[in-house]
């Protein structure tokens, strides 16, 4: 079955950088397309950034410029570095296939401090 196991996350301050990582396992990795979603307190899972089984990025206005996402198909992994970090990108992040509403990992949560 589907496992995704997201890491990389932790207390920063403001302006500081993160890099997750998500491991995936269970169904064809490098065909399909990736994304980065995160759910802060109180609000609905968002979308933060896709790359697809092509290397096409796409990324929220929110972090555009700040977030990068890629992948390693050789390790089934998709990552996601966050630089210039703000306070508003404090949630629980998670890696999926795109559009995917099932199979969730358990995230791992970023803190951004002020």
């Known amino acids: 079955q589907v496992q995704l196991v997201e890491s990389g996350g932790g207390l920063v301050q403001a302006g500081g950088s993160l890099r997750l990582s998500c491991l995936a396992s269970?169904?064809?990795?490098?065909?399909?397309?990736m994304a980065w979603y995160r759910q802060a307190p109180g609000k609905q899972r968002e979308l933060v950034a896709s790359?697809?089984?092509?290397?096409?990025?796409n990324y929220a206005d929110s972090v555009l410029g700040r977030f990068t996402i890629s992948r390693d198909n050789a390790k089934n992994a998709v990552y996601l570095q966050m630089d210039s970090l703000k306070p508003e990108d404090t949630a629980v992040y998670y890696c999926?296939?795109?559009?995917?509403?099932?199979?969730w990992g358990q995230g791992t949560q970023v803190t951004v401090s002020s």
């Open positions: 790359i697809t089984s092509t290397i096409i990025t």
């Open positions: 269970g169904f064809f990795f490098a065909g399909n397309n």
């Open positions: 999926n296939v795109l559009y995917r509403t099932d199979s």
